[in-house]
Every structure is written in structure tokens, then in C-alpha cells.
């Protein structure tokens, strides 16, 4: 997949401000920390496009990346901040729910799971909210390069038990400093948008 212009749509506070193309767009959403902008950065070639590691307590936004014209990342702001205010934490999920339930664009949401952990309580109500709206989910496990290949079956079942995963949707075992599940990333995103 070869990417030639990437940038910064718009970050929108409220619905008023998405892209009013008609593009696919892919959202990414998983807890501060995961690995998401890294994620990003490796799907897009980029060394620092996607910025790592937003400051908890920042205003939430959703971050539109515009692909070649044809396509729109949509970053999700990380969940999981214990820091961050029950207020806060209400907003994001306002935001972050009404987009996901009502954009037309949207095809399937990449959940992020640190590899190395049991998913947390927060992984389990994305994944459990997503599966509720029907809403299909591309479950990226990060940071695989931190463990020995012997043990990736076993990781990858405590997280799909955890999450009582649906066998029709992908499971990516990824690695944005060695790229293992690079191309697979691709041809499953690729798959949704056309
Ligand atoms: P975000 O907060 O979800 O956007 O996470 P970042 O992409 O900023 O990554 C958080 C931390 O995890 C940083 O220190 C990264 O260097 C590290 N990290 C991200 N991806 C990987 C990976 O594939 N392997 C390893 N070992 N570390 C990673």
C-alpha cells in the first residue's frame, strides 16, 4: 500500500465539524498508551504524523486524517485515564459515541489491546459497545515484538477469552518496531473500504 499525501483534516469538538466527504473512514480507539500513534505512523509510512501520547486532561477531539483523498483515519481520543475527571470522561464518551453510532461513513473500527496484558475493563466495554451497535471491529494486539513467538497463541487466546471475541471479526498480531501484521493491516482495512 503505498500512501503519498497524508494530513490533518480537521480535529473536530462536535459533530458540526466532520468532513462533510463522503470518503470511507476507519476509526482507531484504544487505551492511552497502547500504541495507537505508533500504529498510525506505521500504516502510514510516517516517523511522527500521528503525535504519541496525548497528555491526559487535553481537550478531546477526534482527529480526521485525510489519506490521498480517499480515505479518512478518524483518531479516537485514548480512554483509560484514571486522572481524568468523571466530566471529562462524559464528554469523551459523548463524542466519541455519537460518532460512532451515527456516521454513515464509519466501516469498521481498529480496537488496540496491548498484547502483553489482559485486556482491561475499558477494552472490554469498547469492544462489548462496539459488538452491541454491530459495529465491525478490526482487534489489533500491539507491542508483539515484547513477546517470544512461542507465546503469541497463548496471548492471543487470554485476550479474545477476555473479551469473549467474535470469530468473524480479524485478529492482528502487530509490532510497529519490527511490522509484523503490517500488510495484513492493510489488506484488512482494504477489504472495508472498497
Ligand atoms: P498511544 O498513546 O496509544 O498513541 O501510544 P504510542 O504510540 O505513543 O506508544 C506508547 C508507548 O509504547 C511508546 O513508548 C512507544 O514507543 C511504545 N510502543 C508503541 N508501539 C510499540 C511496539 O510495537 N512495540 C514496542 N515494544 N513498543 C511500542
Redesign the pocket.
Known amino acids: 500500500f503505498n500512501i503519498h499525501n497524508v494530513s490533518l483534516t480537521i480535529s473536530a469538538a462536535s459533530s458540526k465539524q466532520y468532513p462533510d466527504t463522503d470518503w470511507p473512514e476507519i476509526a482507531l480507539a ?10 498510525i505512523n506505521t500504516l502510514l509510512n510516517r516517523k511522527n504524523f ?1 503525535r ?3 497528555r491526559p486532561g487535553k481537550t478531546q477531539l477526534l482527529n480526521f486524517f485525510n489519506i490521498d483523498d480517499t480515505l479518512h483515519f478518524v483518531d479516537v481520543p ?1 480512554y483509560g485515564y484514571a486522572r481524568v475527571s468523571k466530566k471529562e470522561r462524559e464528554k469523551w464518551g459523548g463524542l466519541i459515541e455519537e460518532y460512532l453510532t451515527t456516521r454513515p461513513n464509519l466501516r469498521a473500527v481498529v480496537s ?1 489491546v496491548d498484547m502483553r496484558h489482559e485486556p482491561s475493563t475499558e477494552d472490554i466495554q469498547m469492544y462489548e459497545f462496539l459488538k452491541y451497535y454491530e459495529i465491525p471491529v478490526i482487534l489489533v494486539a ?5 513477546i517470544k513467538r512461542g507465546k503469541w497463541n497463548k496471548h492471543e487466546s487470554v485476550i479474545k477469552k477476555a473479551l469473549q471475541f467474535d470469530s468473524t471479526d480479524d485478529f492482528i498480531i ?4 519490527d511490522k509484523t501484521g503490517l500488510d495484513e493491516a492493510w489488506r484488512v482495512i482494504e477489504e472495508f473500504i472498497d
Not at 484504544?30 to 500504529?39: C, L, Q
Not at 500491539?142 to 515484547?146: G, Q
Not at 502487530?174 to 518496531?177: K, V, W
Open positions: 484504544g487505551r492511552s498508551n497502547v500504541g495507537k500513534s505508533s500504529f500521528a504519541t501520547s496525548g485514548g488496540l500491539t507491542k508483539a515484538d515484547k502487530f509490532s510497529s518496531f
